[in-house]
């Protein structure tokens, strides 16, 4: 998770290679952002357009209430449980944007696909369908607590098109094992044993639980095309996207993803977007680990 890392509050491009005679964006650009007064003020725009009861954030945020966990309604109909040890991850996503390339959205059309890889406890998925109500959302949650939290969330909206699976994704069938450093029951940090050996030696119990290969998942939920693929995944994105058939990127496209250091000459921000370049993907980058690409049109 990107643990308000990212300070995303408007875009603009530099180019970083490639052919710009070929095509209307650079094949590779570094995301750009406003000076922090600007980044502020859409912040805060942000939670006003999207929710209904925004005081109810600000007021946890102050210290003004005494629970840990608030219910936050869009004006889109939404309801979302914010756990407080979680708001980071849900202020990263709702009033940064920071999985939001202007681009990928301007592609995205009003009933897509939406695959959620490293779900969380649903904060992207949700804001997807916020953004676009009438999406086909699938979460992949491993962590048992993330998804019980995830459940609950699910439970708050059956008007969603919105399935959950306890599963992690991975770069083969078969069961996995999840650790978690923190070893707190809600977190952004677990990853696969097999992806960091040496944390995972160091991180304590985990839990095994199913993993599944992008080609398995688009053949068992019989997915014909992905139109927006998130991964946030603690390095596994490395071993799911080089191990998935060149050919199924056809099928998927946007991505956007956050990259992890992990061991490998190819397992880097780098490495892979110059290997999704070569699928066919437009790329930019923002602080170097968070990539958007999309698919030439």
């Given amino acids: 998770m990107l643990q308000h890392r990212l300070r995303s509050g408007g875009f603009g491009l530099s180019n970083r290679g490639g052919d710009g005679n070929r095509h209307s ?59 407080w040890e979680l708001h980071h991850a849900f202020k990263d996503i709702f009033l940064y944007h920071t999985y939001v390339h202007p681009s990928i959205l301007a592609r995205l059309p009003e009933k897509p696909v939406i695959l959620d890889v490293g779900g969380n406890v649903g904060f992207f998925s949700l804001f997807a369908l916020h953004l676009r109500p009438l999406a086909q959302c699938l979460t992949f949650e491993p962590v048992s607590g993330n998804f019980a939290q995830l459940q609950k969330n699910r439970n708050g909206n059956p008007q969603a098109n919105w399935r959950l699976f306890r599963a992690a994704v991975a770069g083969a069938d ?114 170097d680990t968070v990539v958007y690409a999309l698919k030439h049109a």
């Fill in 174 to 287: 078969g069961t996995v094992r999840i650790c978690s450093p923190s070893g707190r029951s809600l977190v952004t940090d677990a990853f696969i044993q097999s992806v960091h050996e040496t944390e995972a030696n160091r991180s304590g119990p985990g839990e095994e639980v199913e993993a599944r290969t992008l080609e398995t998942i688009f053949a068992q939920e019989n997915i014909r095309h992905c139109d927006w693929l998130k991964l946030d995944c603690e390095g596994a994105e490395y071993e799911i996207l080089y191990r998935t058939p060149p050919a199924l990127f056809d099928r998927i496209s946007a991505i956007t993803m956050e990259t992890h250091g992990a061991d490998g000459a190819r397992n880097n921000a780098g490495a892979l977007t110059d290997y999704l370049e070569r699928l066919g993907y437009d790329i930019w980058l923002a602080d």
């Fill in 25 to 83: 964006t650079p094949l590779k650009a570094k995301v750009q952002y406003p000076n922090r007064l600007v980044r502020n003020a859409r912040r805060y725009q942000r939670l006003f357009l999207a929710f209904a009861n925004w005081p109810l954030y600000l007021a946890m945020k102050w210290g003004w209430l005494r629970r840990r966990t608030i219910l936050m309604k869009t004006r889109s109909g939404l309801q979302i449980e914010v756990p």
